[in-house]
């Protein structure tokens, strides 16, 4: 009995992370699908040119990740 008790507290601590992340895991997905539909848009018109913009639009997003993940504060100041 005391597995189950155990194992219910591990459950619902899980799902209450699980809750936790959907906000940001929505807003994640959110931003992808926007990406791709300007990608998407700008391959209808010019196909050379979504491969420029998809470029830029990954550099961009790894900037932001490195320097939100950097150790270092920021001097926004």
């Avoid at 005391?2 to 931003?31: E, H, K, N």
């Avoid at 848009?41 to 961009?60: C, E, F, H, M, N």
Wanted: hydrophobic residues 55%.
């Amino acid at each position: 009995m005391r597995f189950v008790s155990a194992a219910a507290r591990g459950v619902g601590r899980g799902a209450s992370v699980a809750i936790a992340a959907v906000p940001t895991l929505l807003r994640d997905l959110i931003g992808i699908a926007g990406a791709g539909s300007i990608v998407y848009g700008i391959w209808q018109i010019y196909v050379p040119a979504a491969y420029i913009a998809a470029g830029i639009i990954l550099t961009g997003m790894a900037l932001l990740l490195a320097r939100r993940a950097s150790p270092y504060p920021r001097d926004d100041a």
